[in-house]
């Protein structure tokens, strides 16, 4: 049997780069998608080679219909298959600041990115899945949408950033809703506190919150490993009897406790 290919958004670094090594560790094929950075996802690319794994490096904006389009294609072109999809790519506003002075133009772009781009790239790979199914060329394939805690804990310096994710666990209820009929399961990753380059510039902060004060009872940052290993529990099928399921995966930030 060929390999089976997963599309994962925002893969040069972080999160994404942690979800393209789980995946070719388990021999899976990757797409490895970047906006800007062509170093980092050549780099992502060699490393998940070195384990065996075959790839391609795809850029493109997911926020770009273009983009989102020129994706599909060369995954389909060079695999002729998608059996997974990773909607991993999101921004933050390029500047924090109260809600009650955020700019339009600030929730548009991050709403462009984290929000409407993934909706409607779901939209273009769900259909091909579900050609590839009808002409038996793969079987049960899976889409998997990178949300975060932001979805339901409030921080109003980045209020288009919260919307947008819980934004994300919406579609992903809607999503799951649709493509069921066809075999297609749907799920929803929330990372917590992840230790990236996104977030070393607030890295002294969360120390202190998570190794003082045990904002996780599991008190260590996340790392993207941690998503990686998410992911492939989905992608390995471990979970056939879900869908539209929120996975937390936040140390147990979500925990009420007294």
Same mark, same amino acid.
């Given at each position: 049997?060929?390999?089976?290919?997963?599309?994962?958004? #925002?893969?040069? @670094?972080?999160?994404? @780069?942690? /979800?393209?090594?789980?995946?070719?560790?388990?021999?899976?094929?990757?797409?490895?998608?970047?906006?800007?950075?062509?170093?980092?996802?050549?780099?992502?690319?060699?490393?998940? +080679?070195?384990?065996?794994?075959?790839?391609? /490096?795809?850029?493109?904006?997911?926020?770009?219909?273009?983009?989102?389009?020129? %994706?599909?294609?060369?995954?389909?072109?060079?695999?002729?298959?998608?059996?997974? %999809?990773?909607?991993?790519? #999101?921004? &933050?506003?390029? $500047?924090?600041?109260?809600?009650?002075?955020?700019?339009?133009?600030?929730?548009?772009?991050?709403?462009?990115?984290?929000?409407?781009?993934?909706?409607?790239?779901?939209?273009?790979?769900? @259909?091909?899945?579900?050609?590839?199914?009808?002409?038996?060329?793969?079987?049960?394939?899976?889409?998997?949408?990178?949300? =975060?805690?932001?979805?339901?804990? =409030?921080?109003?310096?980045?209020?288009?950033?919260?919307?947008?994710?819980?934004?994300?666990?919406?579609?992903?209820?809607?999503?799951?809703?649709?493509?069921?009929?066809?075999?297609?399961?749907?799920?929803?990753?929330?990372?917590?506190? /992840?230790?990236?380059?996104?977030?070393?510039?607030?890295?002294?902060?969360?120390?202190?919150?998570? +190794?003082?004060?045990?904002?996780?009872?599991?008190?260590?940052?996340?790392?993207? +490993?941690?998503?990686?290993?998410? $992911?492939?529990?989905?992608?390995?099928?471990?979970?056939?009897?879900?869908?539209?399921?929120?996975?937390?995966?936040?140390? &147990?930030?979500?925990?009420?406790?007294?």
């Amino acid at each position: 049997m060929r390999e089976k290919v997963a599309i994962v958004t #925002g893969s040069s @670094r972080g999160i994404g @780069r942690g /979800i393209v090594l789980a995946l070719a560790e388990h021999a899976w094929s990757v797409v490895v998608n970047y906006r800007s950075n062509q170093a980092a996802a050549e780099n992502t690319l060699q490393a998940a +080679q070195f384990v065996g794994a075959k790839g391609i /490096i795809v850029q493109g904006d997911v926020a770009n219909k273009e983009d989102q389009v020129k %994706l599909v294609e060369a995954t389909l072109e060079h695999f002729e298959r998608v059996d997974l %999809l990773v909607n991993n790519a #999101g921004i &933050g506003p390029r $500047v924090r600041v109260d809600m009650l002075e955020a700019s339009e133009q600030s929730y548009d772009e991050v709403m462009a990115t984290n929000l409407k781009g993934p909706f409607f790239l779901t939209q273009l790979v769900a @259909r091909k899945m579900v050609h590839l199914i009808e002409d038996g060329k793969v079987q049960s394939p899976k889409i998997v949408n990178i949300g =975060s805690i932001s979805a339901y804990t =409030s921080s109003p310096a980045r209020a288009e950033y919260c919307i947008s994710k819980a934004g994300v666990g919406m579609m992903t209820a809607l999503w799951a809703d649709r493509l069921a009929e066809y075999g297609i399961n749907v799920y929803e990753i929330r990372p917590g506190i /992840i230790e990236t380059d996104l977030t070393s510039v607030v890295k002294d902060k969360y120390d202190h919150l998570i +190794q003082e004060e045990g904002i996780t009872p599991i008190r260590r940052w996340g790392q993207p +490993q941690d998503i990686g290993k998410a $992911v492939v529990a989905i992608a390995e099928g471990l979970l056939p009897f879900s869908t539209g399921e929120v996975i937390n995966v936040d140390g &147990g930030f979500h925990l009420t406790r007294l």
